[in-house]
């Protein structure tokens, strides 16, 4: 997206009589945002300014819709990146989220989430073979996630900013399920009894999450006490849930993948 300077200064050239082809040779900025803002403007319509950041600008608010962005938070905890892409001088960023193909479901609501935090920005389906990137460029990612960083997540500290404590504990239900949508399942484990009589089986559902980093576990146990959730540690890097009423509460609200 441009801002504001951008579109005044390509429309002044644009009323000096030179031509869209010239004006985005001169400005950089592409002919059909050019051509958008001719048409608008000629048509009396107002030329929308730029979608500012919430966070950087000179009044920072949380990201709206909130329960949208806990989810996507999530997803980039999990599953998620944020990498700069094109002339550095631009300072553009990608936000890359990584989902299974076998999850379409899961795709679209990443997908929505991204629209809905911003919705000018283009959303991408890269697939890459069993799994689909999907990602969005904006300016204003790392104000968004300020957990990006060099490196993986799990060889740095990763904490919460204040206003994202305050929103993941407002909205801890779509928190938790962009963890487990991410680095999360639902299964059922089958246990054998041996008896007198043979062996007896029996079922039940358990939910997961494996994460290599403490930070992002500590984040998911504390949202789990916070909906006061059992859980247990299966293994260093493994959240187990599984007792019928905690299961229960997660069904309520996050499901199986689809």
Not at 58 to 76: F, N
Not at 99 to 123: F, H
Not at 213 to 236: C, E, P, V, Y
């Amino acid at each position: 997206m441009y801002d504001v300077a951008s579109r005044n200064r390509a429309l002044e050239l644009l009323a000096q009589g030179l031509t869209v082809a010239e004006v985005s040779r001169r400005t950089q900025i592409s002919r059909w945002a050019i051509r958008d803002w001719q048409l608008r403007a000629d048509q009396g319509m107002p030329v929308a300014p730029a979608r500012s950041c919430p966070r950087c600008g000179s009044q920072p608010t949380s990201l709206a819709p909130e329960d949208k962005y806990a989810y996507l938070l999530g997803l980039y905890l999990g599953d998620g990146c944020i990498s700069p892409v094109g002339d550095p001088a631009k300072r553009i960023w990608s936000l890359r989220i990584f989902c299974a193909d076998k999850y379409p479901g899961l795709q679209t609501e990443c997908a929505d989430a991204i629209r809905a935090i911003r919705p000018d920005n283009k959303v991408r389906f890269l697939p890459l073979g069993g799994c689909t990137e999907i990602n969005s460029h904006s300016k204003h990612w790392p104000c968004m996630f300020p957990q990006h960083g060099p490196g993986k997540k799990h060889t740095r500290k990763i904490t919460l900013d204040g206003w994202q404590q305050e929103l993941v504990e407002r909205f801890t239900k779509p928190f938790v399920r962009g963890l487990i949508h991410s680095d999360g399942s639902r299964s059922t484990n089958r246990v054998r009894h041996a008896t007198e009589t043979g062996d007896r089986w029996y079922e039940y559902p358990r939910y997961f999450f494996t994460n290599e980093s403490a930070d992002i576990t500590q984040l998911f146990t504390d949202a789990l006490d916070r909906l006061g959730i059992a859980w247990r540690h299966s293994n260093r890097n493994n959240i187990s849930v599984a007792r019928r009423d905690a299961v229960a509460r997660l069904d309520g609200f996050v499901g199986p993948k689809y």
